[in-house]
């Protein structure tokens, strides 16, 4: 079942490659602190992918400025993720969820993507500091990316 506002969001922890090694990133250490993005995303090194990656991380002052962290989680390895950042200049957190688990719990998952298997859809949340989801967002196709404008209205409103 689809999660929406209003719902608990899942936590979970997933590694991400950092320049000191891999790292746990855990949802829950934002609560009572901050608000977090996760922007769920197919494939690192596709051009929509790209884009989203590119286009946040060249805007990411506009959600540190309203207190939002914002993660990007795929199905890749933290090391496939680490290469695609470096080379595209990424500062965004990626995460890899390369057993598929949290992209199961959000009800994410894009069957058999360009018939090369199962990945996570394009899709966006907003959690708030208490944990509970303010934005939910699948776009049709992996094609289009999510409502950016509503994601940073819903910020806004937060605290």
């Known amino acids: 079942m689809a999660l ?3 719902d608990k969001a899942p ?6 490659k950092q320049a000191s090694g891999l790292v746990d990133v855990k ?3 934002n609560f009572g602190k901050k608000n977090t993005v996760l922007l769920f995303f197919p494939a690192a090194f596709t051009g929509v992918c790209t884009q989203e990656m590119c286009d946040i991380s060249s805007g990411l002052n506009a959600y540190v400025d309203v207190n939002a962290d914002v993660i990007g989680i795929s199905v890749d390895t933290p090391f496939a ?3 695609w950042a470096q080379k595209e200049k990424i500062s965004v957190t990626l995460v890899s969820d390369l ?3 949290v992209t199961k719990q959000y009800d994410v998952l894009f069957p058999n993507l ?6 996570s859809a394009r899709a966006a949340f907003v959690i ?8 939910a967002e699948q776009t049709p196709t992996p ?4 409502n950016f404008n509503a994601i940073k209205e819903t910020l806004a409103k937060l605290k």
């Open 4 to 6: 929406k506002v209003g």
């Open 143 to 146: 094609k289009d990316l999510p």
């Open 99 to 101: 057993n598929k688990e």
């Open 128 to 135: 708030d500091k208490e944990g509970v989801i303010q934005y």
């Open 11 to 16: 936590d979970f922890t997933l590694k991400s």
């Open 27 to 29: 949802l829950s250490d």
């Open 81 to 83: 993720q680490e290469a």
């Open 114 to 119: 360009a018939g090369i298997g199962d990945t």
